[in-house]
């Protein structure tokens, strides 16, 4: 079945580093990929989506491309916050049958030091 | 901003007790989606539902977990009798599909559940 594979964390950085969250994935057909943010005692939250290959999601100084040759979906930005301090999630979106599910990575927990 | 609301944010309860969890979705979505969070397994999808009916609770205890969405605005999560290895975070999320849209899933902030 369909899967996602992210790095596992905790990774910890000082604040100006650059990120990098690596996220492959094992899917039939097309899906979307997303990542989400989860900020502590909260829900997760869409950060970005890309929904065929060679698109790039962007927001919040966040960006990652579809790779569909490699199967990838890694998160980078180049200048970290320590406001940027939460747990990512990459996930893809199961649409056999239409479904939209999505299906998760364990999370990468991402602490960033002044 | 729209969200998706859910109650309780917490439970604390004894194990055999009955425990229900309710989420609002967002006024205008149609599928609404139960996971649970816990450190060992990560994010489960446990049941969703489209425009009210049930597509898929595969990923649900089917002996003691029940979902139901009684109206638009409100589903639930059932757990009868409840045990310790159910203690975990409860989160609804909902999204509208329209289509072959792939629209994206907006998350409450969940129900923590403690089992003793």
Known sequence: GNSVTQMEGPVTLSEEAFLTINCTYTATGYPSLFWYVQYPGEGLQLLLKATKADDKGSNKGFEATYRKETTSFHLEKGSVQVSDSAVYFCALSDSQGGSEKLVFGKGTKLTVNP | DARVTQTPRHKVTEMGQEVTMRCQPILGHNTVFWY??????????????????????????????????????????????????DSAVYFCASGLLVGSGNQPQHFGDGTRLSIL
């Open chain 2, 36 to 85: 649970r969070q816990t450190m060992m397994q990560g994010l489960e999808l446990l049941a969703y539902f489209r425009n009210r009916a049930p597509l898929d609770d595969s990923g649900m205890p089917k002996d003691r977990f029940s979902a139901e969405m009684p109206d638009a605005t409100l589903a639930t999560l059932k757990i009868q009798p409840s045990e310790p290895r």
